[in-house]
């Protein structure tokens, strides 16, 4: 009877204790995807998605060039203009690696599900307008859970207040234009619901773009429509067609919020994904700003076996060389899918920092510097947001 009591007992504290610590998920065989379109909760934060080994990359400085490059990364404002980390753990990683403002773009037109990447290419209307609203809906909900140190970014003013009282803010934005199924009521919505950026092409089919890559008639309305309520452009993932359609209708500064260099990454221009010379200079005309990606597919390694933060700061130099300092920023594009490779010395969030370091051993001013960091996306909001 004694031992039966003990038996008891143990399995009793064994069902409690996995209660209080459940398993961790296994992140490594995800399972499918819900057949909800509507679901988008984040499974795994960005810093699991992208832990690659450490490469222990180091950028040699003196130490007065280190304890410069470390107030200067605390004075500027520092923005990413696209990524996909919207777990409560990026939140947490935002603030402790000092970035101020990020541009989060919950993938509303397919789904990111236990670090697996799925599509749904079919039905291009069907349930894309609550899946849009539910995606901000999300990121007002992860706002507010955490107390205050975060704030929606609806006007550049914002950003500063962000910065001033040590807050982290967002800027909301859509990649892709299904959520707005056809109809420009939509566009309208997400606005009121706080969207400031959109970008108009991914990877599946849309109402915005024909099926030769071109923008439709639609398209090119969604675009003077985003001029007039004041929600900034994003021009990434573009055919050169589309892109040249893109810059010679709107009346306002764009982005092209993560890319490569054609001359840097080899193989010449490919749209807006792989910009050309001429596409930079006609994003320069246009006031616009050039986001570098992060990822080393559009990063390619010269230094090394792999790309580096050095070949990251190629892509920055040679814009500045050709067109100034004012064109270009920093995209990233973190997204919570495994299997993929960031530059080595910004893999995560808390290692951004080395883009400056590197900035500054190759003597960029401190000028140019906090305009890569976020100064220039600043003046284009100013531009654009109303």
């Excluded at 009521?185 to 990877?203: D, H, P, V």
């Excluded at 070949?311 to 130099?317: F, G, K, M, N, P």
């Excluded at 590197?358 to 100064?375: A, H, P, Q």
Aim: net charge neutral; glycine share 8%.
């Amino acid at each position: 009877m004694k031992q039966l009591a003990r038996s008891l007992v143990v399995v009793f504290l064994g069902f409690v204790q996995a209660q209080v610590h459940p398993p961790a998920p296994d992140i490594n065989r995800p399972s499918p995807p819900p057949s909800d379109i509507l679901t988008l909760e984040p499974s795994i934060p960005c810093s699991v998605a992208a832990d690659q080994p450490s490469s222990g990359y180091r950028i040699e400085l003196s130490p007065d060039q280190e304890r410069h490059a470390i107030a200067l990364w605390r004075k500027a404002i520092v923005i990413t203009a696209h990524d996909h980390c919207f777990h409560a753990g990026d939140f947490d990683d935002m603030a402790r690696a000092g970035i101020t403002v990020r541009t989060i773009k919950p993938v509303v037109d397919g789904i990111f599900w236990r670090g697996v990447r799925r599509y749904r290419i079919d039905a291009e209307t069907e349930g894309w307008v609550e899946r849009g609203k539910n995606a901000l809906r999300i990121l007002d909900r992860q706002i507010e859970a955490r107390g205050g140190r975060t704030i929606k970014i609806l006007t550049a003013d914002d950003i500063y207040r962000a910065k001033r009282e040590n807050r982290t803010g967002i800027i909301y934005s859509f990649e892709g234009a299904r959520p707005l199924a056809g109809k420009m009521e939509n566009l309208r919505t997400f606005y009121e619901m706080g969207l400031r950026e959109m970008q108009l092409f991914w990877a599946v089919p849309s109402l915005v773009k024909n099926n030769d890559g071109t923008l439709s008639a639609f398209g090119l309305d969604v675009i003077r429509e985003m001029n007039r309520l004041g929600i900034l452009i994003d021009l990434s993932h573009m055919s050169d067609a589309a892109f040249k359609q893109a810059i010679n209708t709107t009346t306002k500064p764009i982005v092209v919020s993560h890319c490569g260099i054609g001359a840097v990454s080899g193989g010449g221009g490919r749209g807006s994904d792989n910009l050309s010379d001429d596409n930079i200079r006609s994003i320069a005309a246009n006031q616009g700003v050039i986001c570098v990606h992060f990822y080393e597919g559009y990063i390619r390694p010269h230094h090394g076996p792999h790309a580096t933060v050095e070949d990251l700061v190629d892509h920055i130099d040679y814009v500045r060389k050709l067109v100034g300092i004012d064109s270009v920023a920093l995209g990233v594009d973190y997204f919570p899918e495994s299997g993929w490779r960031w530059v080595e010395g910004a893999e995560r969030m808390e290692y951004m920092p080395n883009v400056l370091r590197e900035m500054l051993r190759r003597g960029f001013t401190d000028e140019e510097i906090e305009k890569v960091l976020g100064g220039n996306l600043i003046r284009v909001y100013r531009s654009v947001w109303k």
